[in-house]
C-alpha cells in the first residue's frame, strides 16, 4: 500500500523513531491512523524504568496525537487483550500486527524484519523510503575546533576547544537551558540513532543513555541517576596516522615485528583512542586481521576491521567468536572492569596480538592494574609494550622482561629471585623492579633509587677525602683526587674500597 487514504495501524517502532509522523507530514498518508493501546502501556512501564526509548516513544506519541485533524485522524484502540504485568516489545508487535491483520488495515512501520511478517500475513505495509539525515540540534554547538559539548538543564551550553592536551572551557552561549530544550535534543538524537545505520544506543539503563551517532559519542543521564537532564557529546578533532606522530623508527620497527602485548595509556582526553585508531589502520594496512571491542563503537576504522560492542555480546560470546576468528591483533577500548582484564590476558596467552587502552596518569600505573589480577611471573607474557600518550604525542615507552637476579638495593645473594624489568624502551635504562618480597610485592622505582644512593655514597667519600671530585657512571664510582694530596693515604683508599664494595660499585680512583 502507498499511503492513500485508508485505515491504518501504527507499528511501535514506526512511532519512536518518529517516522509515522514524517509520512504524515510528507503526504504519504491520509486517512485514520490506530494506536494499539499495548504501544502506550509499554512505553509507560519503559519510562517508568528510565528508559530513554520510553521518554522518547511518549513524547513522539504525544506529537502524533497532536497533530490529528483534517487530513489525518489519530485515534488509540484496544482489542480487550488482557496484558502480562511485563509487556515485552515482542508480544507489543505481535499485538500491533495481529490487529492490523484483524481488522484489514495497512501496517505502518519502519522495523524489516517486521515489514517480512505483516507481508506474509498479507498485511498492507507503508515503511518510510530511509533515514532522513538533517542537522541535528545537537551538531549545531560544535564548530571544527571543537572537542565536547557540555549541556545541562538550568546551565548555559558549554564546550571544550582545542586538541587533546591543549583545550579550554568555554561557554557558548550566556542563555541557560531549559529541560524541555535539553528533552528535545535528547530525543532528537536517540530518533536519529535508530534510523541511521551508523546510528546505536549502546547502553540503555535507568537514569542514563549512551549513544553513538558517526562521529558523535553521546552520554544521555536524567533523573533520578542525576538532578537535571543532562547531554555530553564528544567528537575526534583530529584522525591521525600513525606517520603523523613522529615516532623513532626503533618503536615503528617493534611495532610491525615483536610487540603483541600492547598497553596504550593516559589520562583522560589526552588523546589514547586516537592513537589506538592510528595504530589499527597502520596494522590493518599491512595486510593484518584487525579486530575490535568498544564501548561505545568510536573509532572510525575502514570497512575491512570489524568492530565488536561488549554491550550486545557478553564476554564468553566475545571470547569464542575471537579465538574461532584468530585475528592477528584485537583493540580493546577501553580495560575498566576485572572481566575485561580477564578477557585481554585469556586472548594474550591464547597467541592473539592484543592492544589495550587503559585510563593511567604514568605509564607505570598502566602496569600495575595487572598486578593484582594475573600472577607476576605471567605479565611480561602479557604485556611487552608500554605506550604512554601525553598531549597528544608518544610520551613514554616501556618494555617489559623477566629475569632471575639480585633486586637493586639488595646484598646478599641468597635473595636473589624472579624480577621483572621494566625499560625505558629508546635509552634501554632500566626504571622498575617488580618482584614479590615476602607475601608482598614490590615496584621499586630503580633510577631514582640509584641517584640516591649515589648522591649519599658521594657524601660519605668527600667525608674521607675532602679535596676529592667524584663522578658516577652506572656502576662505576670514579674518584679524581689531587696527585699530591696528602689525604689520599693507603689506610683511607683501602676504606674507600670497603664503602664501594658494600654499595655495590666499582671504585676507580684517578689521581690529576
Not at 552561549?173 to 529541560?179: C, G, K, Q, W, Y
Not at 641468597?414 to 626504571?431: A, I, Q
Not at 658494600?502 to 680512583?509: N, P, T
Amino acid at each position: 500500500m502507498d499511503g492513500r487514504e485508508g485505515v491504518y495501524v501504527v507499528d511501535i517502532d514506526a512511532v519512536v523513531d518518529g517516522s509515522a509522523r514524517r509520512l504524515i507530514g510528507e503526504g504519504r498518508i491520509t486517512g485514520r491512523i490506530l494506536v494499539h493501546k499495548a504501544i502506550i502501556e509499554y512505553l509507560y512501564s519503559e519510562a517508568k524504568k528510565g528508559l530513554s526509548h520510553g521518554f522518547t516513544g511518549l513524547s513522539e506519541l504525544s506529537r502524533l496525537i497532536n497533530s490529528s485533524g483534517e487530513i489525518v485522524e489519530v485515534a488509540v484502540v484496544d482489542d480487550e487483550t488482557r496484558y502480562p504485568r511485563e509487556l515485552s516489545l515482542d508480544l507489543v508487535k505481535k499485538l500491533v500486527r495481529d490487529y492490523a491483520w484483524k481488522t484489514g488495515a495497512a501496517l505502518i512501520t519502519s522495523d524489516k524484519v517486521q515489514v517480512e511478517a505483516a507481508r506474509a500475513m498479507g498485511i498492507p505495509v507503508v515503511s518510510p523510503a530511509g533515514a532522513r539525515r538533517g542537522r541535528l540540534k545537537l551538531e549545531e554547538f560544535f564548530t571544527d575546533k571543537t572537542m565536547s559539548v557540555h549541556l545541562k538543564e538550568g546551565a548555559p551550553p558549554l564546550a571544550k576547544i582545542g586538541r587533546p592536551g591543549k583545550w579550554a572551557f568555554v561557554a557558548i552561549s550566556t542563555e541557560p537551558l531549559s529541560r524541555r530544550e535539553v528533552e528535545e535534543i535528547a530525543r532528537e538524537v536517540i530518533e536519529a540513532a535508530s534510523l541511521q545505520e551508523d546510528g546505536f544506543v549502546e547502553i540503555d539503563r535507568p537514569g542514563s543513555t549512551i549513544v553513538q551517532l558517526h562521529d558523535y559519542r553521546i552520554v544521555i543521564t536524567r533523573p533520578p541517576l542525576s538532578e537535571g537532564w543532562e547531554i555530553t557529546a564528544v567528537r575526534p578533532v583530529v584522525k591521525l596516522r600513525l606517520e603523523d606522530y613522529n615516532i623513532p623508527e626503533k618503536l615503528l620497527n617493534r611495532l610491525m615485528e615483536r610487540a603483541e602485548g600492547i598497553l596504550i595509556a593516559g589520562a583522560p582526553g589526552m588523546g589514547k583512542t586516537t592513537f589506538a585508531q592510528a595504530l589499527a589502520e597502520f596494522y590493518a594496512s599491512r595486510g593484518k586481521v584487525v579486530k575490535t571491542i568498544e564501548s561505545p563503537r568510536d573509532m572510525r576504522l575502514p570497512p575491512t576491521v570489524t568492530q565488536y560492542s561488549k554491550n550486545y555480546a557478553d564476554l564468553g560470546e566475545l571470547h569464542d567468536i575471537l579465538l574461532l576468528s584468530r585475528p592477528d591483533y584485537t583493540f580493546y577500548d577501553e580495560l575498566r572492569s576485572d572481566e575485561d582484564f580477564q578477557l585481554y590476558v585469556d586472548l594474550r596467552l591464547a597467541g592473539i596480538g592484543m592492544v589495550g587502552v587503559v585510563h593511567a596518569t604514568t605509564p607505570i600505573d598502566a602496569i600495575q592494574r595487572f598486578i593484582r589480577r594475573v600472577e607476576l611471573g605471567m605479565i611480561p607474557s602479557i604485556i611487552d609494550t608500554v605506550i604512554f600518550i601525553n598531549e597528544g604525542r608518544v610520551d613514554k615507552v616501556y618494555e617489559l622482561s623477566m629475569t632471575v637476579k639480585l633486586p637493586t638495593g639488595l646484598r646478599e645473594a641468597e635473595l636473589s629471585r624472579p624480577v621483572v624489568e621494566v625499560k625505558d624502551f629508546l635509552t634501554g635504562e632500566l626504571e622498575y623492579e617488580i618482584y614479590t618480597f615476602g607475601e608482598q610485592t614490590m615496584i621499586v622505582p630503580v633510577k631514582e633509587k640509584g641517584k640516591n644512593r649515589a648522591r649519599e655514597l658521594e657524601k660519605r667519600i668527600l667525608k674521607i677525602i675532602p679535596d676529592a671530585t667524584v663522578e658516577v657512571e652506572d656502576n662505576i664510582i670514579i674518584v679524581k683526587v689531587p696527585r699530591y694530596s696528602p689525604k689520599l693515604t693507603a689506610r683511607r683508599v683501602k676504606r674507600l674500597r670497603r664503602l664501594a664494595e658494600k654499595a655495590g660499585y666499582e671504585l676507580r680512583i684517578v689521581p690529576f
